[in-house]
C-alpha cells in the first residue's frame, strides 16, 4: 500500500477525532438532555446497523466459507463480551471497596479509569476496522468512517456527562474523549498496514470479526444506553432515519 494512501486514511480518520471533540466542547459547557442523547444513540446506531449490513457483509459473505466466517464472528462477540466483563469487573470493585475504608472519590477514579479502558479497547477495534474495510475497498472504509464519526460524537457526549457529573474540570472532559477518539486513527493506519497484501479469505475472515464487534456496540452499547437515557418515538424513529439515509447514500456512491 503506498504512502499516500496511508496519509489519506490517516487524515480521514481525524475526521471523528474532530467530531467527538466538538461534542466533548459542547457537553462541557452545555450538557446536553438525556433524550436528546437518546436520538443521537438511536442515529448512530441506525447508521452503523446500515453499514454493517449493506457495506460489508458482502465482502463477507463472497468468499462462501461458512466454517471460516462462523468461527471470526464468534471471537468478534467472544472479544466484546471480554471487554465488557472487564468493564463490568472494574464497576463492582467500586461497590466491594464500601467497607474497606476507601474515598469515594478514590473508587470513582479506579472505576473511571476501567471504564475509560474499556471504551479505548473498543474504539481500537473500530479502527482497525477501518484500515481492514479500506483494504476492502475505498467505499465501504469511507461510509464507515462516517457512520464512526456519528459514533464517537455519541460517545463523547456520553463520556463528558459521566465526568461532569463527578465534578471533572471542563479540561478534562474536553481532553478524555478527544485523546481516546485517537486511538481510531492508530488502529485505521495500523490496520492498513499491516493487513495490505492478505488474501481474500483472510479479509474476509477479518471483516466478519469486525462486523461482530460492530452489530455487539449497536445491540448492548448504543441502544442499551439509548434506552436508559429516555425513550421517545421520535428518538426511536432516529436508528430508522439513519439506517435508511446510509442505506440510501451507499446506493448513490
Not at 500500500?1 to 461534542?23: H, K, N, Y
Request: glycine share 8%; with cysteine; aromatic share 6%.
Amino acid at each position: 500500500m503506498q504512502s499516500s494512501l496511508l496519509i489519506s486514511i490517516a487524515l480521514l480518520s481525524l475526521i471523528p477525532t474532530l467530531t467527538s471533540a466538538v461534542g466533548a466542547t459542547y457537553a462541557a459547557f452545555y450538557p446536553p438532555r438525556a433524550k436528546f442523547r437518546s436520538a443521537l444513540q438511536h442515529l448512530a446506531a441506525g447508521v452503523i446497523f446500515s453499514v454493517v449490513a449493506v457495506e460489508l457483509l458482502p465482502d463477507v459473505t463472497r468468499v462462501h466459507d461458512p466454517l471460516e466466517i462462523g468461527l471470526t464472528f464468534a471471537a468478534g462477540v467472544a472479544t466484546m463480551l471480554l471487554i465488557e466483563w472487564f468493564a463490568k469487573r472494574s464497576d463492582s470493585g467500586k461497590i466491594e471497596n464500601r467497607t474497606d475504608g476507601s474515598s469515594s472519590s478514590a473508587r470513582s477514579t479506579r472505576s473511571s479509569v476501567g471504564k475509560l479502558t474499556a471504551i479505548g479497547i473498543d474504539i481500537l477495534i473500530d479502527g482497525l476496522l477501518v484500515g481492514i474495510a479500506f483494504a476492502a475497498g475505498n467505499k465501504e472504509g469511507l461510509m464507515l468512517i462516517l457512520a464512526l464519526s456519528l459514533e464517537l460524537l455519541s460517545l463523547s457526549l456520553t463520556v463528558a456527562a459521566d465526568l461532569s457529573a463527578s465534578g471533572t474540570s471542563r479540561t478534562r472532559i474536553i481532553l478524555t474523549p478527544t485523546a481516546l477518539s485517537l486511538l481510531l486513527l492508530v488502529g485505521a493506519v495500523g490496520g492498513a498496514s499491516l493487513l495490505r497484501d492478505v488474501s481474500e479469505h483472510t479479509l474476509a475472515g477479518i471483516l466478519s470479526f469486525g462486523c461482530a464487534a460492530l452489530l455487539y456496540l449497536v445491540t448492548e452499547e448504543l441502544l442499551v444506553e439509548a434506552h436508559e437515557s429516555g425513550e421517545t418515538m421520535l428518538g426511536t424513529s432516529m436508528f430508522f432515519v439513519g439506517f435508511l439515509a446510509f442505506l440510501l447514500l451507499g446506493m448513490l456512491a
